[in-house]
T-cell receptor, first 116, second 117 residues
């Protein structure tokens, strides 16, 4: 079974600075998808960024980018120019490839605080 | 922008009582998921549907939990009887495609926070 580990329960960053959230995973599959989800307080979880394992190029979405190291099974999220609205719980998630009914496996989350 | 709707947002109940949660997925989304999220942890899948059919309920405690999606649109998750350990956030999510297609993005609802006293 796949496992996802987020070793940083809490992180803080100064507004306008850059922060990196860590995620590692364990799998025997070669093709899969990785995600970062953001869950603001009392609001729904939303997708931040997605990475396909077969793509070597790291995904980027505006201020959000990932460092995907397939051999190391590492998938970190970098937030540049942090804003107050980035404060939330961030979850790393793994999805099995097509053909498996077992879907998202989440890590335990990292609580990000943005300091003004 | 279309969203996944859930109700109620908050529910307080006493142990041994029955509770039910409702989810209305984004229109046209064939696949629907129920997750349980214990405070301080990531969501864990309970059950997933494609249309009205259960695809995977291997993690659903079937002695007390049940889920249905009778017409393949909205869904209800029930707990009877509720136990103290059931206190958690219950999240509903939906996506296009089937449970077997991994590329599609899951969209989450705001969740129902259950407190069992």
């Amino acid at each position: 079974a796949q496992t996802v580990t987020q070793s940083q329960p809490e992180m803080s960053v100064q507004e306008a600075e850059t922060v990196t959230l860590s995620c590692t995973y364990d799998t025997s599959e070669s093709d899969y998808y990785l995600f970062w989800y953001k869950q603001p307080p009392s609001r729904q979880m939303i997708l931040v960024i997605r990475q396909e394992a077969y793509k070597q190029q790291n995904a980027t979405e505006n201020r959000f980018s990932v460092n995907f190291q397939k051999a190391a099974k590492s998938f970190s999220l970098k937030i540049s120019d942090s804003q107050l609205g980035d404060a939330a719980m961030y979850f790393c998630a793994y999805r099995s490839p097509s053909g498996s009914a077992r879907q998202l496996t989440f890590g335990s989350g990292t609580q990000l605080t943005v300091l003004p | 922008e279309a969203e996944v709707a859930q109700s109620p947002r908050y529910k307080i109940t006493e142990k041994s009582q029955a509770v039910a949660f409702w989810c209305d997925p984004i229109s046209g989304h064939a696949t629907l998921y129920w997750y349980r999220q214990i405070l301080g942890q990531g969501p864990e899948l309970l059950v997933q549907f494609q249309d009205e059919s259960v695809v995977d309920d291997s993690q659903l405690p079937k002695d007390r939990f049940s889920a249905e999606r009778l017409k393949g649109v909205d869904s209800t998750l029930k707990i009877q009887p509720a136990e103290l350990g059931d206190s958690a956030m219950y999240l509903c999510a939906s996506k296009t495609g089937t449970p077997l297609t991994s590329r599609d993005t899951q969209y989450f609802g705001p969740g129902t926070r259950l407190t069992v006293l």
